[in-house]
């Protein structure tokens, strides 16, 4: 790889742990009271899943731990946005749902966070959007394959 290639390299993913972290740090500010990033995440995964997910399938779709997501799994359960039962077929797995008040409390966050993201695509154009959408896309891919 040439210094220029590394260079570019580095740059694009400088650029790209920077835009994230300015869009957390947005994106949680527009967040209901007492919600977080990622509970926003998992209701809002659940909610297009439309299904029952155990803990570790949930923890694998975010590259987490399960520890990690036993935790916030628990917050969402103390907060009525999720049902944890046992699995039927496994009493040493759990299964996972979205309740009523979670696909709420994720329509809630979604109408509260959608004009900050807008906001951002119309400054900086919605085609460029659509242009950079599919390079981020096949990005994700690849390093998804990494794992």
Avoid: C, Y
């Amino acid at each position: 790889m040439s210094d220029n290639s590394q260079n570019l390299a580095v740059s694009l993913f400088s650029e790209i742990l920077v835009v994230d972290q300015l869009a957390r740090a947005g994106v949680g500010r527009a967040l209901p009271k007492g919600m977080e990033l990622s509970h926003f995440s998992v209701l809002n995964h659940l909610a297009h899943t439309g299904t029952e997910r155990t803990p570790a399938q949930i923890a694998k779709t975010f590259h987490l731990t399960r520890g990690a997501m036993t935790n916030t799994l628990n917050k969402l359960e103390r907060a009525g946005w999720v049902h944890i039962r046992p699995d039927w077929d496994d009493a040493r797995r759990k299964m996972v749902a979205i309740s009523p008040a979670g696909i709420a409390a994720r329509d809630a966050a979604l109408a509260a966070i959608t004009p900050v993201i807008a906001d951002v695509v119309r400054k900086v154009g919605e085609d460029r959007v659509r242009t950079a959408l599919p390079v981020l896309r096949e990005m994700r891919a690849k390093l998804s394959e990494m794992e």
